[in-house]
């Protein structure tokens, strides 16, 4: 599976660093909504849904966190944790978050607002939905 991220423009001082990201510009589709997830619980899990339209790029803005991708037929993990850099998960892809440091915030731009009928949250139901778009 290809991993896609974004490094943003940083300007790093003395007095602290600031990271950057204009829409269309380092993100590849018009920012219709931000969310963000925090004071994540211990070893909790989150995600568990793929989407059928909606393009994502996640940003662990502060801390770290870990992030499964699975499109159907490969798994991959990617650690984030740098709020420099901005991971892209495109429609189709089922998704989990978990290993949230203490106080990790991870902020997400979306490419759609929200809309529960753009979920998948069953993982059955995934797999068939990637196998129907691929015939
Ligand atoms: P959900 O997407 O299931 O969270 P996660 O993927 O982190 O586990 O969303 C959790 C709840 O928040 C769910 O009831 C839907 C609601 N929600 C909104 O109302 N608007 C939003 O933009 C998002 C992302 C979620």
């Not at 896609?4 to 990201?21: A, E, I, M, R, Y």
């Not at 989407?51 to 984030?80: A, R, T």
């Not at 944790?81 to 990790?104: H, T």
């Not at 529960?116 to 990637?130: A, G, K």
Request: proline share 4%; glycine share 6%; hydrophobic share 35%.
């Amino acid at each position: 599976m290809e991993i896609t991220k974004f490094q943003f423009p940083t300007h790093k001082n003395d007095t602290g660093t600031l990271s950057f990201l204009e829409a269309e510009g380092h993100i590849p589709f018009p920012i219709r909504r931000v969310y963000y997830i925090y004071d994540v619980q211990g070893d909790s899990r989150r995600g568990f849904h793929a989407h059928k339209n909606l393009q994502q790029v996640l940003i662990c803005i502060h801390g770290s966190c870990k992030i499964l991708m699975d499109n159907g037929s490969e798994k991959q993990i990617v650690p984030l944790d740098n709020p420099a850099e901005g991971l892209l998960i495109e429609n189709n892809i089922w998704r989990e978050m978990y290993d949230f440091s203490p106080g990790a915030v991870l902020l997400v731009l979306a490419s759609q607002h929200y809309d529960e009928s753009d979920y998948i949250r069953n993982y059955e139901d995934f797999l068939t939905f990637v196998k129907e778009n691929e015939a």
